[in-house]
Structure formats: C-alpha cells, structure tokens
C-alpha cells in the first residue's frame, strides 16, 4: 500500500485492547529486513499418562481450562486399542474423563462416583456412550466449557455439544457444575433432538460463548467433497442461545494451501479476546514409502497397516493459525509443534494434537515472568497408554514483528488509541534495539515522539513503556489518528497496547 493510499486509509481504532503482531491487520508495509515469525513452544515435562483401566492408549481429544476459583480442569476422551491378527479391538467404551491441577504442572484424577466400569465407580469418567437417555453418544468427542455468557440461565454453568451416532448430529448439553449433565432439547415424545446435522463430527466438538462478538460459535470436522475419502477441513456455526444454529460455514485460509485438518482447537485469545486462535492437527498421508520404514515403531506401525494402510502411514503435526472474525484464518503452514527427534513414541499418527485451551502458569526459572502452558499428545496406540506433555510459550509470543542484525522498519496504518503510555512486549539481543516514533498521516515525525527522540529500547520484557527525550505521555495524541513508526534490530515485538 503506497503512503498516498495509507494516509487516507480510515482509521483503526485499537482503543485500550492488547493487539498481539499475530499478522499484517496493522501494518502498511514492512523493509525488506522485516518478517512476522512464527515462535513454536518450549518441550516441557510429561503431565499425565493414560495408565487407568478406564483410559488407554487412544486418549487424544483434550479440553483445559481454568475456573473462577483457580482450579485449572482437563477433560479428555478415554480409549484403547489393541491390534489382533490385523483387526483393530476396543477392549472399553469411549468416555470423557476428567483431571485437575492447581498449577497446570500436578495433576491428579478424582474418583467422581458418576460411572460404572468393571463393577465399580471409583473412577474419573464423567461421560460414557450410554449416559444420556435416548441416544448413544461419542462421549470422547465432547469439548466441556464453562459458559461465560452473562445471560446463562441457573443449572447450565457448564455446556458442550456431543455427537450422536446415527444419524450423524451435535446434541448441546448442560451441567451445573461440569459433572452431571443432561440434554438441552428433547422433542416429540421426549425423543432427543440434535442442533446441528450437518457435518462428520468425527472429532473433538468444541462451542464457547464469544464474548467480543455476542454469540456462541461452534467448530467441527467435516469432510470437503464428501466422507471419508474428501479432505479433512473445518466449519463454524453461530447460535444466540446454545439450540439454534446458523447453516454452517467452511472456514476461509486465504492463500494457504489445501491441506486435511484433524482438529482444529479454536477458541478468543483471553488476553485479547477479539482474536481467535486456532491450534490444529494437520494430518499427511504419503502412503507407505521407503522412508517409512525409517520411522520409529516399525514393528508397531506395520501392524496397525494391516487393519488399514493409513493406521500405519499417516503422521500428524501441530499448526498454529488465529483469526478476526471467526471465518477467515490466517493459518501458518509452518508446523508449530513438529514431531521431534526420531525416538520410541513419536511419528505416529495422532500425535501432537493440542489440547483445546492455554494455561497460564508460573516459570520453572525463578523471577521470570509468568508464562503460557499447552498441552500436547504424543505415544498415540503405540503401548498400553500413553504421554500428555506440556509446552511452553511466552506471554502473547507466537508470531513477532522480527529484524535481524541489519536492522528494519515497518509504518502501521492509520490508527486511532486511548490511553497515555505504550506498552510492549519484545526481545531483543545484547546489540539488538527497538525504537518507536510517532507520525502524523503524511508521515512526518510527531514533535518530542520522533525516531531520534526515542529511547534506545533493549532486553526482554512481557511489559514495557515506550519512552523519548521528552517522556512516555502520550495522552496529546489519544484519539488522534496517527500512525507509528518501528525500528528494530535484533528484535522481536510481539504485542503492543496502549493503556493509562
């Protein structure tokens, strides 16, 4: 966009809100020297393993969020297989299960007394196929929610959509306390009536309440060109109350190439909840090739081939994408969690499949600031149970504004902001900076805001403000339009926020 073009471009008025430099939205142009990059997280320590009776090696969908009262819960579908003369058996039902932690590092399973399994109920399952009357449901396709919504009637703190079997459809259900959960609508003759039918919902169901929107928004798998053998891919649906939905959407990834979608894990960012990101499980299927056999767990992998060539070809990785309006994606075709070093356990498909939520959570290393935990599958079918491993990204740190050594800088368009001071969150090197000035729409220095008046910004903060010769109040030029100018060397910027 040319300066002509940006200067009467109209204003965008960021307010107060955090803008994490998750893609171009605010920027006219950047140097040569510039990219926005994508930051994958740090491995941590495995959290919990799928070691009960009730659980096994084929728990992958999971669900974690963070309650009032600081209890962080997971809820993750429970399954097993076992490979039997090229047949696949399931030795138990498919349930939801439930953990908790207090801290996103120590978790522990409850015994909850809700299910019967092997003759008692001193378990953690919370939901099994037969636990709701009237329909047979894929229990471990259940995202639970704590539902947000200021308008949430009494009893329905707690929501989800389940998918029924036959015919292929979505039933919202309702809890008040993220236990004991009944369905929303039944129709004639109490029979259960489904709110959404078309799609596969062959995996993980999610919905939240949208607050920056004002809307409950569902995400579910269906199958471009027709199941199963169509490309894996994604769609959205919006409801005023939970029942009635919209006709679902296919989501929208602009220039990115055509790729199969096993999840897609969608949900607003909390710390910027006008921005939804999306952490989905790609799926590859080169068919059995030479290199296969270079894999880890051959002897594994030609077994579960001979139930189906897939079981034992497919590998699947972890992407990063965020969007601002829930349709249209921005989704990096770069992996954000690779499958790693060939070791026992990895390379196997369902393997790093996010778990649907971010938790925030304390460092290991003492005074760091705190920082951002997800959870991630790996060892899927390949023994008796299986890992789920913690990661770790810095606050607002997926994508950044970065420069090399030579340095670079990039012009925002037009913006309008509320607030007195600039903060950042950005890294730099020891011989890295960051500079910011402020410019009138023709592009001319704002007097005591330019370039040479800034401040020689440097080292690693989550938060920081801007400064010049003259001070950090920006107050003169609140709901102005203006456009801001960065230089940076050796840098990232990853968020910034105008705030009091």
């Known amino acids: 966009m040319s300066n002509h073009a940006t200067a009467h471009a ?8 955090l803008e994490p430099l998750i893609d171009d939205f605010l920027f006219a142009e950047l140097d040569d020297g510039l990219d926005l990059r994508l930051h994958p997280p740090v491995k941590q320590e495995v959290v919990l393993k799928t070691d009960a009776p009730c659980e096994g090696n084929a728990c992958l969908y999971r669900t974690v969020f963070q309650d009032e009262d600081g209890r962080i819960r997971m809820y993750y579908g429970a399954w097993h297989y076992v490979m039997d003369g090229g047949k696949m058996n399931y030795p138990h039902p498919y349930f939801v299960c439930y953990a908790e932690s207090r801290d996103g ?40 929610f704590p539902d947000t919504n200021p308008a949430c009637q009494e009893g329905a703190a707690y929501k989800a959509l389940v998918p029924g079997g036959s015919p292929r459809a979505l039933y919202a259900l309702q809890s008040p306390d993220g236990f004991n959960f009944s369905l929303m609508r039944r129709g004639a003759e109490e029979i259960p009536d489904p709110v959404i039918t078309e799609g596969y919902f062959d995996s993980l169901n ?33 409801s005023p109350d939970f029942l009635d939905w919209s006709q679902p959407n ?14 897609n894990q969608i949900r607003p960012y909390s710390r910027a909840p ?72 990895s390379w196997v498909y369902g393997d790093n499949c996010t778990a649907w939520g971010l938790i925030e959570t304390e460092p290991d290393s003492p005074g ?48 309008i902001f509320s607030g007195r001071r ?21 592009g001319r220095p704002v007097p005591g805001f330019s370039l040479d008046e800034s401040d020689e910004i440097f080292g690693d903060s989550i938060d920081r403000v801007a400064h010049w010769a003259g ?30």
């Open 10 to 17: 109209r204003p965008i008025d960021i307010g107060t809100r």
């Open 105 to 144: 590092k120590r978790w522990n399973k409850p015994s909850l007394g809700l299910v019967e399994f092997e003759g008692n109920r001193r378990n953690n399952i919370v939901l099994a196929p037969d636990s709701l009357p009237g329909i047979d449901i894929s229990a471990g396709d259940t995202a639970v």
């Open 206 to 238: 999610l919905a939240f309440w949208d607050e920056y929107r004002g809307e409950y928004r569902a995400y579910f798998r269906d199958f471009q060109g027709g199941a199963p053998h169509g490309v894996r891919g994604i769609k959205t649906a919006t």
């Open 250 to 263: 296919w989501l929208d990834y602009g220039d990115s190439p055509e790729q199969p979608l096993y999840t």
């Open 274 to 345: 006008h921005i939804l990101f999306g952490f989905p499980m790609r799926y590859i299927d080169r068919g059995w090739v030479p290199q296969t056999d270079n894999l880890p767990g051959l002897e594994y992998r030609r077994e579960r081939s001979a139930a189906h060539p897939r079981y034992g070809s497919v590998v699947t990785d972890g992407l990063f994408m965020s969007s601002r309006d829930g349709l249209n994606f921005k989704r990096w075709g770069e992996a954000y969690i690779r499958p790693g070093p060939n070791v026992v356990d």
């Open 368 to 415: 760091a600031p705190p920082e951002l935990s997800l959870y991630v599958t790996e060892g899927y079918w390949t023994g008796r149970s299986m890992n789920l491993r913690r990661y770790t990204t810095r606050i607002d740190g997926f994508v950044s504004l970065h420069a090399p050594l030579a340095g670079g800088s990039c012009h925002t368009k037009p913006l």
């Open 422 to 442: 600039l903060h950042l969150n950005f890294a730099t090197s020891a011989a890295g900076s960051l500079r910011v000035e402020f410019q009138d729409l023709e």
């Open 471 to 500: 001070g950090d109040d920006l107050s003169a030029l609140a709901g102005c339009p203006v456009r801001i100018r960065f230089a940076l060397r050796d840098a990232d910027l990853y968020s910034i926020q105008f705030r009091e």
